[in-house]
């Protein structure tokens, strides 16, 4: 297991070592010591969680206020467009965001800690995401902030939208820009 620093130093790509043959293949997709060998974090994951989407569906920006998750985002099948967003009001990268194409076979995985919005857009027929979290979920505390806010500028792959926009549910429909939503202080 391997950390990449990306623009956001938080934010990291990790890369799991795939060993193939004739039959398949195998990996160790999360192994809790190796992980903190090569982040420098001892977190504990609370909770897994599997997505199952069809294309252009784009899912976030998400995040919990009171109970902020840290997140360990893998493709299973499929492709993703997948976002982080620091929302840390006193952090000097607050709104910059980076982006990375994850998916069946890329051997990657993301971490995002907690402070951070996530998001992603399906570029496959269909992707089945696989995420674990630091914390549980807390709907009280369950927030979106809208995907195409100008003030952040995330650059989607708009090729990926089958009907001119993406399939959003109706919270992230609803969800505000920016300049309106909670954030981390």
Same mark, same amino acid.
């Given at each position: 297991m391997r950390a990449i620093p990306t623009k956001l130093p938080e934010v990291l790509l990790i890369e799991e070592? +795939? $060993?193939?043959?004739a039959r398949g293949f !195998?990996?160790?997709?999360?192994? /809790? +010591?190796?992980f903190a060998q090569a982040t420098g974090l001892d977190v504990e994951f609370v909770q897994d969680n599997h997505s199952h989407s069809v294309a252009g569906t784009? +899912?976030? &920006?998400? @995040?919990?206020?009171? $109970? %902020?998750q840290g997140k360990l985002v893998r493709v299973v099948? #499929? +492709?993703i467009f997948d976002v982080a967003v620091d929302l840390r009001r006193r952090s000097p990268r607050f709104a910059s965001w980076v982006a990375f194409e994850l998916g069946e076979g890329t051997e990657r995985q993301l971490w995002i %800690? %907690?402070? !951070? #919005?996530? #998001? !992603? &857009?399906? &570029?496959?027929?269909?992707?089945?995401?696989? @995420?674990?979290?630091?914390? @549980?979920?807390?709907?009280?505390?369950? /927030?979106? &902030?809208?995907w195409n806010d100008p003030d952040l500028a995330i650059q989607w792959p708009e090729t990926a939208f089958p009907d001119g926009g993406p399939r959003l549910s109706e919270k992230d429909r609803r969800a505000p820009p920016l300049s309106q939503a909670?954030?981390?202080e």
């Open positions: 070592e +795939r $060993h193939g043959d !195998f990996c160790q997709s999360y192994h /809790r +010591r190796d784009l +899912r976030g &920006l998400h @995040y919990q206020l009171a $109970h %902020p099948s #499929g +492709r %800690p %907690p402070g !951070f #919005g996530h #998001g !992603f &857009l399906v &570029l496959s027929e269909t992707a089945d995401v696989c @995420y674990k979290t630091t914390e @549980y979920w807390d709907g009280a505390s369950d /927030r979106s &902030l809208r909670e954030v981390f």
